[in-house]
């Protein structure tokens, strides 16, 4: 086997397609990669069907990479079942390509959405992100937990199963400081300091890239005729609902207030506000797009073009793009908001759970994530006004702040493919033997 190029298996990026923030992990991870590894054999497990070709971008160009269907599903008999897989993988990997995939990686890269390995949203969501895991450790293959969060758990019995899983990785690594508090938590006595990591979220590290036409000539035209300061919001189509009030216990109605910044920030003539989802799932419960143009629709007739939506199918690169043109943003989607923070763009979180908060304060911003299941509607507002007056001073603080963080992710990198390569040299030199 010596010789031959590195490969590496992802898991954890199901929908990436839909969700920026998943597709923003993704994106940057197979990035990083690549670009140390540039003929390295990778693997994405999403939740299609089959084997298929796929690509990811590095430097703006398109890299050939392999996508495999993996899924939580009860069609036994597809080799995309996860349970199709573990009674394949019990069997040494006999019939199943995806495990015959798992079997070749020298390194299986996991993320679990950045935020899933929990039960906060259900055992079925933990179960389906336990699988990779599962599968990987019982084929011998290294695990590398790639930087998340972890937790909180209801459940005492899926915690344990999350502890012996995080004690089998090669490597763990939590994305911000209270991550790694709670890794350290999960892990007690366990807790290795060599292979449980901080790190910061990958997608610090992910490259931007201009829409392709005619959305670029669009977007360049609407930023050029602004004479003032451009806002970004971005608008959950899950915190917009009733449900999703109810079952994060929000207090404020972040809808509501996304439409009163916008009111008071445009009208300061000079002021233009570009809407920007972050979940495109048509039909979906958590779809941003109908909140999005909700919100359009209740500014543009009093305010005209200064408002706009940014045009649907931009990638992650794409959109962060769009979003580092903004001179303050507001997002309730975390990723959204790191896509702003990691160009130094001023922002603020309207937040429905803690996970933000730990990423705010790994680049010293914790005061600008707003807390909606605390804050009324008015405290709220009064929040993110407090947030855009400062963004100068925040501005300053980003400049200095930012690169540290971009130089994190790439030193994380680095490690994480050491792991790879060291796999790959232990492998060959067992060939020769």
Known sequence: MSGEVLSACLFGVPGSHLNLGVGALRAATLGGLLAREPQADITVFDDGWGQRSGHAFVGGRPVSISLAGARHSRRYHRPESYLNMRVSAALGGF???GVARIDRADVVLDVSGGDSFSDIYGEHRFRTVAWPKRLTLLRRRPLVLLPQTYGPFRSDRIRAEAAALARGAAMAWARDPESYAALGELLGADLDPTRHREGVDVAFALEQRPPDQPALETLERWFAAASGPVVGINVSGL???AEGRAQFGLAADSAEVARRICERLLDEADTRVIIVPHVRTPQGTDDDTAASE???AALVGRYGDRVTVSPPGLDPHQT???????DWFCGMRMHATIAA?????????????LKARGVFASVGQE??????RKLADDDLLD?????WTSRADTAVELAERIPVAVARAGEQMDEIVAVA???RARRGAGARR
């Open 320 to 326: 962060k793009w769009v979003i580092a043109r903004t």
């Open 95 to 97: 019939g199943n390509s």
């Open 383 to 387: 929040a993110l006004w407090r947030s």
């Open 421 to 423: 390569r060291a796999e």
């Open 367 to 372: 005061r600008h994530v707003a807390d909606a």
């Open 239 to 241: 915190m917009a609902r």
């Open 341 to 353: 923070l990691s160009t130094g763009v001023p922002v603020a979180n309207i937040a429905y759970s």
């Open 294 to 296: 909700r919100l359009h």
